[in-house]
């Protein structure tokens, strides 16, 4: 339940070629912040249930608007221009100096760990490192996408505490992918996976892609325990 009330807002920002909107919603009394970083699609309003309970908990949530990537691997042009919305959106409404907990789903979580240091490729063997450096605590990342950071030593400068979640179901990013997380990090900061089992690609979703089958017996019990989780995550 909700226990501080809450103010929606959608301010747009000027990236250098167009506007892009942010869902930003500031809880009465905060106690954290929440950088929410959607996928390929770019729309966090499909999550809008998640972003509405990590407010209700007390959590300032900024959530960048990013336009819809018609590739699964986004070019280098792409991910910069996805950085540069990051960017302008914590300059605009983080608190200077503020630690934040990333949040991201499939490629957001990809430009997560970009924000936290990785250095992510393309598939065409283009390196973008992202000039952003916001003081992350803690990365939640939902069935993340971790082909541009497979590349021997792309995760070297990420010291960022991670919680990882995958799908057995997943055709996309098999559980097993997430022991990456572990091999790059886990030296540096303590990687905690979760595997849950029967959730596919899209089960991290609160609207997901219409064309997609959902495979969780359950996925609005499921939801709502993810929901809670992500709370204390970001609120511990």
């Known amino acids: ?11 747009s920002l000027d990236d250098g070629r167009e506007r892009f909107d942010v869902t930003l919603i500031e809880p009465a009394r905060r106690a954290a912040s929440v950088l929410f970083v959607a996928g390929r699609g770019g729309d966090p ?26 590739s699964p691997t986004p070019s280098a042009a792409e991910l910069v221009a996805r950085g540069r919305r990051l960017s302008l959106a914590l300059e605009a409404f983080a608190e200077p ?7 991201g789903h499939s490629l957001g979580a990809s430009l997560l760990l970009g924000l936290a240091g990785a250095r992510l490729w393309t598939r065409s063997a283009e390196c973008v490192e992202l000039r952003t450096r ?7 990342l939902l069935a993340p ?13 990420v010291a960022t505490p991670i919680v ?3 799908g057995t179901e997943d055709p996309f ?28 690609h ?35």
């Open 164 to 166: 990882a979640w995958a």
């Open 173 to 200: 990013v098999a559980p097993g992918r997430l022991d990456l997380l572990v091999a790059g990090v886990g030296s540096r900061a303590s990687v905690e996976l979760r595997v849950i089992d029967g959730a596919n």
């Open 1 to 11: 339940m909700s226990v501080y009330a809450s103010v929606a807002a959608v301010p």
């Open 45 to 70: 309003t499909r999550h809008r249930p998640l972003l509405e309970a990590l407010a209700g908990r007390g959590c300032k949530v900024i959530a960048p608007h990013l336009d819809f990537l018609a």
């Open 97 to 103: 100096g503020e630690a934040l907990t990333g949040v």
């Open 145 to 157: 996408a971790l082909d541009s950071v497979q590349a021997p030593g792309a995760l070297d400068a």
């Open 134 to 140: 916001p003081a992350l605590r803690r990365l939640c």
């Open 202 to 236: 899209f089960s991290f979703m609160d609207r997901p892609p219409p064309q997609s089958r959902e495979t969780l017996p359950d996925r609005a019990v499921f939801l709502a325990g993810l929901h809670d989780e992500l709370a204390r995550i970001a609120l511990g």
